[in-house]
């Protein structure tokens, strides 16, 4: 089992650019998330989706938009990047709350 | 709402000595609790978790945690530290009233040799 795989791993944008990240999951789950985790900051919730084509905000969803058309996909679309987006984003999902998360491995992005 | 604080961002110990990360969490309704670790340059994977069974509860890689209703917390530990254990540690709570997990800041545990 691949579980949850996020694509791509690294990127450098430049200010103002758009682009999609895109995670994937063959396990299942009716729930995703995408987090983003800066130093001393933790994971915060950027959006997330209880199943497909359902999407719901986070703790930080401004400059981000998701979308969940198919039950194995999450995209997460910036629109224009800012180097306030520069961070490592994760994405999870899970077959239910409260059963925990299976993570992918991470996308670093950097906005120059 | 819920929310978690990990009391202190770094902790070192020795190689062989007790490890210990706290955590305290705040809850209206019952709560379920989660350790993660996260290895540099990898994504978290799951430690544990307290559903609300037994109070204390058995991880993988030797940790435990045990949970406290009278004192909020959720405090992780292992007897014996090993090299292989430095890593970021991430306490967490959910409720099966919600669809979402809280992380907390996360703790950096260093081994000391």
């Known amino acids: 089992n691949a579980g949850v795989t996020q694509t791509p791993k690294f990127r450098v944008l430049k200010t103002g650019q758009s682009m999609t990240l895109l995670c994937a999951q063959d396990m299942n789950h009716e729930y995703m998330y995408w987090y983003r985790q800066d130093p001393g900051m933790g994971l915060r919730l950027i959006h997330y989706s209880v199943g497909e084509g359902t999407t719901a905000k986070g703790e930080v969803p401004d400059g981000y938009n998701v979308s969940r058309l198919k039950k194995q996909n999450f995209l997460l679309g910036l629109e224009s990047a800012a180097p306030s987006q520069t961070s490592v984003y994760f994405c999870?999902?899970?077959?239910?709350?409260?059963?925990?998360?299976?993570f992918g491995s991470g996308t670093r992005l950097t906005v120059v | 709402a819920q929310s978690v604080t990990q009391l202190g961002s770094h902790v070192s110990v020795s190689e062989g000595a007790l490890v210990l990360l706290r955590c305290n969490y705040s809850?209206?309704?019952?709560?379920?609790l989660f350790w993660y670790v996260q290895y540099p340059n990898q994504g978290l994977q799951l430690l544990l978790k307290?559903?609300?069974?037994?109070?204390l509860v058995k991880g993988i890689n030797g940790f435990e945690a045990e949970f406290k209703k009278s004192e909020t917390s959720f405090h992780l530990t292992k007897p014996s530290a090993h090299m292989s254990d430095a890593a970021e540690y991430f306490c967490a709570v959910t409720s099966n009233r919600d669809d979402k997990i809280i992380f907390g800041k996360g703790t950096r545990l260093h081994i000391l040799p």
């Open positions: 307290y559903t609300s069974a037994a109070t």
């Open positions: 999870a999902s899970s077959y239910s709350n409260p059963y925990g998360y299976t």
């Open positions: 809850s209206s309704v019952p709560p379920y």
